[in-house]
């Protein structure tokens, strides 16, 4: 950076908090759509006469869009900034759910996927924001945290996403009360979506009058013509570390997805009619995550120690995610929430610090570019996963399906170990304030040397 990163005044904004809250706000209400149907499978296999793998595929469908869509989207979040993306999200979102409320009837189940594709489309405009948005509206002793509470959004959609279809639709015999309970869920989801449409429209703003840190500012001092889009992948695409992190983060959150999709059945296979508690032992995963993604936040925000708190997290969400596979089938529900809660609290709080650990590595590129790359990372292995999952425990059992994820857990583990923590955000941050620090030099001060020596 030249002179004006170093004398730009740092402020923080008070409208951060606000701007994070409808984010993460609108982000839930997206994550609730894409786990709604996975999470009651058995019910909307029945209400729409289809197969349990054509009601996988209504959340797979997000994890499909956002692969193609990645590169455009994240290009629009370069050129045109976070207003613009925010506003088409929350749009799509809404139409989505709107779209939704056309597919009440049993032969109506191309409709239902048409609303799932749109919210899928909102997903693209939404999952690359978390660290964008930290870095944007926060200072650096608080980023990390601004981070993982942006994802904590997300994660309370999906926790929703257990909880709430299990209580509103019943699984009772009569189609007419199935769609009328399924009704009651759309409205309220299209009704709750179109109110954050419309708060975005009212108070979410591009950035803050000033920089919130020193790195910051030195990036908003860049020329806009020497910044290129494809140079920027390039240059992502040639850093080691940052591979081995895509790589890393898409195992660990392709398991994730995969065991969100596939919990509804797992869990009745083993428990017969429990179609409640599998909402709910979806719910301690996601609520337990939430938790471990604030505390690992505070932490990074705390000890600056990315590499070490990613792999030791790593470590536990194989370790959980063992110890789940061998008590799911023990017969007791109490066991299965307490391993599913610890698998929870590890592999759902890994998600911002991978968003976070990525920024640092490959500061001073775009946020959004580098946490797109993960999630396309994280999307195919979602499918991947998920499909293979499904198909193994059809033929093998569940058993034999989770320790399909158990091994790419450990895979993920000991490449995360060879991950170099060059934290390049956290150097230009102490680079500019000691440039600040320091006084400008002026050569009138310095002390006249005699010449009578």
């Not at 290009?75 to 993306?85: E, M, P, Q, S, V």
Request: charged share 10%.
């Amino acid at each position: 950076g030249g002179a004006a990163d170093a004398t730009a005044e740092v402020r923080l904004s008070r409208l951060r908090w606000a701007v994070l809250l409808l984010f993460s706000s609108y982000s839930l209400c997206n994550a609730f759509q894409w786990i709604q149907y996975g999470s009651i499978n058995n019910i909307f296999v029945r209400f729409y006469d289809v197969s349990a793998f054509a009601i996988d595929w209504l959340s797979m469908s997000y994890m499909l869009i956002y692969i193609p869509l990645l590169f455009p989207v994240a290009w629009l979040l370069d050129k045109r900034g976070l207003r613009l993306i925010a506003l088409a999200g929350s749009a799509l979102n809404a139409m989505g759910a709107w779209v939704k409320l056309g597919s009440l009837k049993p032969h109506l189940f191309p409709v239902t996927v048409l609303g799932q594709v749109i919210c899928g489309l909102a997903q693209v405009f939404i999952l690359g924001m978390p660290s964008r948005i930290a870095s944007v509206w926060f200072g650096s002793h608080e980023v990390s945290t601004a981070c993982s509470i942006a994802v904590f959004g997300n994660q309370l959609g999906i926790a929703a996403g257990f909880l709430v279809p299990p209580v509103l639709i019943p699984n009772v015999e009569d189609v007419d009360k199935l769609a009328y309970h399924i009704s009651i869920m759309f409205y309220m989801t299209a009704g709750v979506a179109s109110a954050l449409f419309i708060l975005v429209i009212l108070v979410f703003k591009e950035k803050p009058p000033n920089p919130p840190s020193r790195a910051q500012a030195s990036i908003q001092s860049r020329l806009t013509a020497e910044y290129s889009y494809v140079q920027s992948i390039l240059r992502l695409l040639r850093n080691a570390n940052f591979l081995l992190l895509m790589v890393t983060y898409g195992l660990n959150v392709g398991c994730f997805y995969a065991l969100s999709t596939l919990l509804n059945r797992m869990v009745i296979h083993h428990y017969p009619g429990e179609e409640m508690n599998a909402g709910r032992i979806g719910l301690t995963i996601i609520l337990s995550g939430m938790v471990g993604a604030l505390i690992a936040g505070i932490w990074l925000d705390k000890t600056k120690t990315y590499k070490q708190t990613t792999l030791v997290v790593y470590i536990m969400s194989l370790v959980g995610m063992i110890v789940y596979t061998f008590t799911l089938s023990l017969g007791h529900l109490w066991v299965v929430f307490v391993t599913a809660g610890s698998l929870g609290f590890f592999m759902t709080g890994y998600l911002p610090l991978g968003f976070e650990f990525a920024a640092e590595l490959t500061y001073p590129e775009s946020e959004g570019t580098s946490s797109g790359l993960l999630n396309v990372s994280a999307q195919i292995f979602g499918i991947a996963f998920t499909i293979g999952q499904g198909q193994i425990m059809d033929r093998f059992g569940t058993k034999a399906g989770n320790l399909l994820l158990c091994s790419f857990l450990f895979l993920g583990t000991v490449m995360t170990a060879f991950i170099k923590a060059d934290l390049r955000r956290q150097q230009a941050n102490l680079e500019n304030e000691q440039t600040v620090s320091k006084p400008p030099f002026n050569p009138c001060s310095v002390p006249a040397i005699s010449s009578e020596q």
